[in-house]
């Protein structure tokens, strides 16, 4: 390669460095807060599917243990995952767990996810945010996205993709954030 295309691939590389910064820029704002483990959770809001109407804030469950999944209605593996954030759920509701499931399809009424999460047997907080704000806040870049919260508002754990919440070291996790003693192991 010549001297001349080496400076052209750097020159483009800047620019698209620079085209990339100004996108992120726009998307996200001025304020851009690193979400991340360790990090306090952004605040957000999200209308509740269960004919409320209601809007929801972050801080409405202040105290909580909470579960934050961020999903779709046409997403396979969110679909995948749901029963095992129900069973989960209904283990340590009682000690305080919330799981928060937040919606942003953009086409579906409240309605439809309401039915769509009856449907599958789901009796957690179902919200619905079809004009994508969450996804800004926690800089969501796939489906589903997880976000454990701690009762301080910090996030303890992020998976992106479907998990078996259900499994032991998901359950040590919120046993441990819950306060709960470590569950012994079946024999």
Known sequence: MTARRQWAVIVAVIVALGVG???FERAFGGNVQQVGVG????????RMVDGSGRIVHLSDF???VILLNVWATWCGP??????????LYRMYAPQGLRIVA?????TASDDSV?????NMGLTFDILHDPQYRIEQAY????YPSSYVIDRNGVIRKIWLGAADWASEGNIALVRQLLGL???VAAR
């Open 181 to 183: 003693p470590a569950a």
């Open 139 to 142: 800089q969501v870049t796939g």
């Open 62 to 64: 202040r105290g909580h």
């Open 102 to 106: 937040v919606s942003i399809d953009e």
């Open 21 to 23: 910064s100004y996108a």
């Open 114 to 118: 309401r039915d769509y999460a009856r």
């Open 39 to 46: 990090a306090q959770a952004p605040p957000f809001s999200a």
């Open 78 to 87: 969110c679909k995948a995952e749901m029963p095992t954030l129900e069973t």
